[in-house]
């Protein structure tokens, strides 16, 4: 895995990185891809998947559905196979489970990669993977449950009960995710710089506050005072 704190020592002046974990209903998917904007740099969510297919030779279905689902090997061979025809039983089941964590390593090399141009990542434990890079800025997208139950239906234009089942199964597997793949708890403050209620903002505030903070701290880390 590349050293993830030699970027400090480059002789070009450090590309801004933000890694965004979003609860559902936040709007990180929008948000996201705005900040990245503002910022001039890529936002790598889709970005992902694609370069990890290319490396693992899997389909990039496969590993866009591998990623951030937090079910045993069973349950996810099972789920994979029915969304990936291409895949079989028998010799693709020793196949997924040999490079499943071939998958999470090359999910992890790519971000690091991805730190000499910068970008903006969403989910996948962005504030883990990068929490060594000293330019990165770790914002967490939160909100109380009834909040983000009612952006969530307004959004998807859905009913309420339907949108309540999909923000508490979505909170669950994004923190039994980083639980089970790195031993850590999601919603730790400890993780991140900046912590939003998102629906107390509007989407362009918080980008505003995000696109604000990632300046100041890339200023910070450029001239050593972070």
Same mark, same amino acid.
Request: hydrophobic letters at 45%.
């Given at each position: 895995?590349?050293?993830?704190?030699?970027?400090?020592?480059?002789?070009?002046?450090?590309?801004? /990185?933000?890694?965004?974990?979003?609860?559902? #209903?936040? $709007? !990180?998917?929008?948000?996201?891809? *705005? &900040?990245? %904007?503002? +910022?001039?740099?890529?936002?790598?969510?889709?970005?992902?998947?694609?370069?990890?297919?290319?490396?693992?030779?899997?389909?990039?279905?496969?590993?866009?559905?591998?990623?951030?689902?937090?079910?045993?090997?069973?349950?996810?061979?099972?789920?994979?196979?029915?969304?990936?025809?291409?895949?079989?039983?028998?010799?693709?089941?020793?196949?997924?489970?040999?490079?499943?964590?071939?998958?999470?390593?090359?999910?992890?090399?790519?971000?690091?990669?991805? /730190?000499?141009?910068?970008?903006?990542?969403? #989910?996948? $434990? !962005?504030?883990?993977?990068?929490? *060594? &890079?000293? %330019?990165? +800025?770790?914002?967490?997208?939160?909100?109380?449950?009834?909040?983000?139950?009612?952006?969530?239906?307004?959004?998807?234009?859905?009913?309420?009960?339907?949108?309540?089942?999909?923000?508490?199964?979505?909170?669950?597997?994004?923190?039994?995710?980083?639980?089970?793949?790195?031993?850590?708890?999601?919603?730790?403050?400890?993780?991140?710089?900046?912590?939003?209620?998102?629906?107390?903002?509007?989407?362009?505030?918080?980008?505003?506050?995000?696109?604000?903070?990632?300046?100041?701290?890339?200023?910070?880390?450029?001239? !050593?005072?972070?």
């Amino acid at each position: 895995m590349p050293d993830l704190a030699s970027t400090a020592s480059d002789p070009k002046p450090s590309p801004p /990185v933000v890694t965004l974990a979003a609860l559902y #209903g936040t $709007g !990180g998917v929008v948000i996201g891809p *705005e &900040v990245a %904007q503002r +910022l001039g740099v890529d936002f790598l969510d889709r970005a992902i998947p694609a370069s990890v297919a290319a490396q693992t030779g899997m389909p990039e279905e496969v590993v866009a559905a591998a990623d951030e689902r937090p079910l045993s090997r069973g349950h996810r061979l099972l789920a994979l196979l029915g969304r990936a025809p291409s895949l079989t039983a028998g010799p693709a089941q020793e196949r997924w489970f040999l490079e499943e964590g071939e998958m999470r390593a090359q999910m992890r090399r790519f971000m690091a990669d991805a /730190v000499r141009s910068g970008g903006v990542v969403l #989910g996948r $434990g !962005g504030a883990i993977v990068l929490g *060594e &890079v000293p %330019q990165a +800025l770790h914002v967490y997208l939160g909100g109380p449950l009834e909040a983000r139950i009612a952006r969530a239906a307004e959004a998807e234009g859905v009913d309420r009960a339907t949108a309540e089942r999909r923000v508490k199964a979505n909170d669950w597997a994004r923190r039994e995710y980083v639980h089970r793949a790195y031993g850590a708890d999601g919603d730790d403050p400890a993780l991140y710089h900046l912590m939003i209620d998102a629906t107390a903002f509007s989407v362009d505030a918080c980008v505003e506050l995000i696109v604000a903070a990632a300046t100041f701290h890339l200023s910070r880390t450029a001239d !050593g005072t972070a």
